[in-house]
C-alpha cells in the first residue's frame, strides 16, 4: 500500500510496539497530517520545518503528499533513526531529518512549520518517551519563549500550523487564519 493512501492504524503498524503504543498522545494523525500541509504549501515556500519530529510521522505523510522539501528535527536519535528508515523505505527524496535540538537551528533556512506541541512532555507525563522525563515548568516556559523569539524573527508571510497546545509560542503579529479539528488544529500566517 502506498504511504499517502495509508490510515493511521495502517501507518501505526510500521513502527515497534513500544513506538506504536505512544501513537495517540505523541504522533500527527494521518488526517492532520494532510491538512496541515495543505495549508503550509500555500505559500510561495519551498520548505517546512517539523518541530520535534518524533518519529517523522507528520514528515512522512506530509512528503508523500506534496513534493516541496520536509524537514523533521528530533533531539532523540532512536526517533530520528526509525525516521529515516522509513524515509528509505518509501523511497521519500523530498524528506530530511536532522538529530539535533530544535533551538539550535536556524529558522530562516525554512519557510513554513509545523508545531505538535512537542514541550509539553516537560508539563505531562502521559506516555513518557524516556524513563528520566520529570515534571519541568521552568524548561518549558523557557523553550516555548526560545520558539517565540525565533517565530517572531521570521519574514511576513511565514505560515505555522500548531497541533493542540495553547499557542503560547506564537507571537502576537502571527494571524489566526482558520482552525479544524475541534480547535486543536490552528492556521497561522505572519502578517506585520
Given at each position: 500500500?502506498?504511504?499517502?493512501?495509508?490510515?493511521?492504524?495502517?501507518?501505526?503498524?510500521?513502527?515497534?510496539?513500544?513506538?506504536?503504543?505512544?501513537?495517540?498522545?505523541?504522533?500527527?494523525?494521518?488526517?492532520?497530517?494532510?491538512?496541515?500541509?495543505?495549508?503550509?504549501?500555500?505559500?510561495?515556500?519551498?520548505?517546512?520545518l517539523d518541530l520535534g519530529s518524533g518519529t517523522g510521522k507528520f514528515c512522512l505523510i506530509a512528503a508523500a503528499n506534496v513534493e516541496i522539501k520536509i524537514t523533521g528535527?528530533?533531539?532523540?536519535?532512536?526517533?530520528?533513526?526509525?525516521?529515516?528508515?522509513?524515509?528509505?523505505?518509501?523511497?521519500?527524496?523530498?524528506?530530511?531529518?536532522?538529530?539535533?535540538?530544535?533551538?539550535?537551528?536556524?529558522?530562516?533556512?525554512?519557510?513554513?512549520?509545523?508545531?505538535?506541541?512537542?514541550?509539553?512532555?516537560?508539563?505531562?507525563?502521559?506516555?513518557?518517551?524516556?524513563?528520566?522525563?520529570?515534571?519541568?515548568?521552568?524548561?518549558?516556559?523557557?523553550?516555548?519563549?526560545?520558539?517565540?523569539?525565533?517565530?517572531?524573527?521570521?519574514?511576513?508571510?511565514?505560515?505555522?500550523?500548531?497541533?493542540?497546545?495553547?499557542?503560547?509560542?506564537?507571537?502576537?503579529?502571527?494571524?489566526?487564519?482558520?482552525?479544524?479539528?475541534?480547535?486543536?488544529?490552528?492556521?497561522?500566517?505572519?502578517?506585520?
Amino acid at each position: 500500500m502506498e504511504l499517502r493512501e495509508m490510515k493511521d492504524e495502517e501507518f501505526d503498524a510500521l513502527y515497534p510496539i513500544k513506538i506504536r503504543k505512544l501513537s495517540s498522545t505523541h504522533w500527527t494523525p494521518v488526517d492532520v497530517a494532510k491538512k496541515a500541509v495543505e495549508f503550509l504549501c500555500g505559500i510561495e515556500g519551498k520548505s517546512i520545518l517539523d518541530l520535534g519530529s518524533g518519529t517523522g510521522k507528520f514528515c512522512l505523510i506530509a512528503a508523500a503528499n506534496v513534493e516541496i522539501k520536509i524537514t523533521g528535527v528530533e533531539q532523540r536519535e532512536n526517533l530520528v533513526q526509525i525516521s529515516r528508515k522509513l524515509a528509505a523505505k518509501f523511497h521519500l527524496q523530498n524528506l530530511n531529518f536532522i538529530h539535533d535540538d530544535l533551538i539550535n537551528l536556524d529558522f530562516s533556512n525554512y519557510d513554513a512549520f509545523y508545531f505538535f506541541n512537542s514541550f509539553e512532555e516537560n508539563i505531562n507525563l502521559t506516555d513518557k518517551l524516556d524513563k528520566d522525563n520529570r515534571i519541568n515548568l521552568e524548561l518549558y516556559h523557557s523553550l516555548i519563549t526560545i520558539i517565540r523569539d525565533k517565530f517572531d524573527g521570521l519574514p511576513i508571510g511565514t505560515r505555522i500550523v500548531t497541533y493542540c497546545g495553547d499557542a503560547t509560542e506564537i507571537p502576537a503579529d502571527y494571524l489566526l487564519i482558520k482552525f479544524s479539528n475541534k480547535g486543536k488544529l490552528r492556521y497561522w500566517e505572519k502578517l506585520s
